[in-house]
């Protein structure tokens, strides 16, 4: 995203080794996971009381059955996350690492809820237990169907231990009497042993390291307009380097609680979703950027390429400009400036960080499911917990204008190479039409046209 959910092919060049270069992968694997979000929040949407329920066109048993089938997708995202990430970070995965996580997955949770009822930390006990009255006696036993505490973390970190198990193991040889179960076949086995002891180091640290995460998720949902701002500022900074998905991921998913219909739900989008009467806020300042801002520095870079390259410079700005309008969508507009003119793309991050903390301060509130677009503005424009949608449009247009004069005014007063100003000769798709099928379609059209006259 560029807003938030960014497009895998518009991945930034390689940079980097060891750590940098494994957390580069793991934040490309987390948008195989993400792109559920869509289909989750559409279901879980339509399924509300003010669309298809009792106060929006009054079919109750359709609106059950849709928001069952989106609140079926959020409570079992640690596992799509585990799965996502699992073939998203192993090289050359095929369905036996898929199989490796789900299997990995059940059985860390079965033993992590195990550890956590064995334990002496009250507040994770309360998460996996319930009561049961059998014989007339109330008795505590594990409640299988709650939700792990660690939420999409354990399923994250199932997945990467599954995708390096398919990567060591996936050629293993075994003696002749056991060669059944060598190659592709022993992943999932060493996966299910792994995970098991996983969710017994977990059952130990997770007391430790749930409540830190806890508290800085506090603290930063906590800070107000500071949190958001220094939210956006960070998302925005790690987009060139593929990275912004782990922030995104902790503060969509897990910082933050809510109790709702069904249970406790974590994260800004879950919170929002759910219906949360303070969950939004960390969400509704990516709309005047993505939406008005970033197709505001699409027409700067249009209107400041020569007069002899806008036609072709003008099909792909207008084009991605109208992807971020409606879909949120922008990586097509920060890519064609990021590199060229990273002066550009430090006021893009600045204007990020004063929408979002400016929005948070104002109480405003929206949330989305893919991405900060037209889309998602449509769909929860009239949700009770949306609060300050005109102020989120009006400062939309203040930032359309407040791009487009900065930008234009930047790229001509330090002659930025944006799309169109490149030296002639070099390779672009304004100097070759070519590059782009749909500007080259342009070009024969109209060269027809001309040859028509």
Do not use: C
Not at 39 to 57: C, E, I, N, T
């Amino acid at each position: 995203m560029s807003s938030v959910t960014a497009a895998e092919g518009s991945a930034a060049p390689r940079r980097g080794s060891g750590a940098f270069a494994v957390l580069q992968r793991i934040g490309r694997s987390l948008m195989l996971p993400i792109a559920v979000l869509p289909a989750a929040a559409l279901l879980l949407r339509f399924g509300q009381d003010d669309m298809l329920g009792k106060d929006g066109l009054g079919w109750n048993s359709v609106a059950s059955v849709v928001g069952e089938a989106g609140n079926a997708l959020f409570q079992f995202m640690p596992l799509l996350f585990a799965v996502g990430v699992a073939i998203g970070f192993a090289k050359k995965a095929d369905g036996s690492t898929a199989l490796a996580a789900v299997v990995g997955y059940l059985v860390f949770d079965r033993v992590s809820k195990v550890m956590f009822s064995l334990g002496d930390n009250a507040e994770l006990k309360a998460k996996v237990m319930m009561t049961q009255v059998a014989d007339g006696a109330p008795k505590e036993v594990i409640n299988w169907g709650a939700k792990n505490p660690t939420d999409v973390l354990g399923g994250i970190l199932i997945g990467v231990v599954a995708a390096l198990l398919y990567q060591r193991f996936y050629r293993v040889k075994l003696p002749v009497y056991l060669a059944f179960f060598g190659g592709r076949r022993f992943v999932p086995i060493v996966t299910a042993l792994a995970a098991l002891a996983l969710g017994v180091v977990i059952g130990f640290v997770w007391p430790v390291l749930g409540g830190l995460l806890a508290d800085f998720g506090n603290w930063v949902t906590g800070a107000g307009a500071a949190g958001a701002g220094i939210y956006g500022v960070v998302n925005r900074l790690l987009l060139p380097f593929g990275l912004h998905h782990i922030p995104n991921s902790l503060i969509w998913f897990v910082f933050g609680d809510y109790q709702g219909a069904d249970g406790v739900v974590h994260g800004e989008i879950n919170r929002y979703l759910a219906g949360d009467p303070n969950a939004g806020g960390f969400l509704a300042g990516f709309f005047p950027v993505l939406m008005f801002g970033l197709p505001g520095a699409a027409l700067a870079m249009w209107r400041a390429a020569p007069a002899h390259r806008r036609p072709a410079v003008g099909g792909i700005m207008i084009s991605a400009a109208l992807t971020a309008f409606v879909t949120g969508v922008t990586e097509p507009i920060e890519f064609a400036f990021m590199f060229v003119a990273p002066v550009l793309y430090a006021v893009h991050v600045v204007l990020t960080g004063i929408s979002m903390a400016v929005l948070e301060a104002a109480g405003a509130q929206l949330g989305f499911g893919f991405s900060a677009g037209g889309i998602d503005m449509l769909l929860n424009m009239t949700k009770d917990n949306t609060k300050g949608l005109p102020l989120i449009l009006g400062m939309g247009v203040l930032y359309f204008v407040l791009y487009y004069v900065i930008f234009k005014f930047l790229i001509q007063k330090f002659n930025f190479a944006t799309p169109g100003r490149e030296p002639e000769g070099e390779d672009s798709v304004a100097a070759d039409p070519a590059a782009s099928p749909e500007i080259a379609a342009g070009e024969k059209k109209r060269a027809r046209k001309a040859e028509a006259h």
